[in-house]
């Protein structure tokens, strides 16, 4: 059974950073292409980030330059670097593996 778990979110204020971590289970995780989505509130899902098994990363322009995707194939864990953080980056993160994702960890920004 497939299973995502992400952790690390928090209050932060404008400027500042913040980790996700995600830790994942039930599928072979070094060869598989992971995203990371948002859901601000009220608002429709939105892609943030992907890696693919081979490391490649692609952003959204909205966070290109302050957010940085990376994987840890030994640990299972996909992680999301969160830097130069706006209020607009408030928002639910969820970490994805096709249609499936996890429950989210919310992110805060806030002054």
């Known amino acids: 059974e497939v299973q995502l778990v992400e952790s690390g979110g928090g209050l932060a204020q404008p400027g500042g950073s913040l980790r996700l971590s995600c830790a994942a289970s039930?599928?072979?995780?070094?060869?598989?292409?992971l995203d990371w989505v948002r859901q601000a509130p009220g608002k429709g899902l939105e892609w943030v980030s992907t890696?693919?098994?081979?490391?490649?990363?692609y952003y959204a322009d909205s966070v290109k330059g302050r957010f940085t995707v990376s994987r840890d194939n030994a640990k299972n864990t996909l992680y999301l670097q969160l830097n130069s953080l706006k209020t607009e980056d408030t928002a639910m993160y969820y970490c994805?593996?096709?249609?499936?994702r996890g429950q989210g960890t919310q992110v805060t920004v806030s002054s």
């Open positions: 994805k593996i096709g249609a499936r």
């Open positions: 890696i693919n098994g081979g490391g490649a990363t």
């Open positions: 039930g599928f072979t995780f070094s060869s598989v292409t």
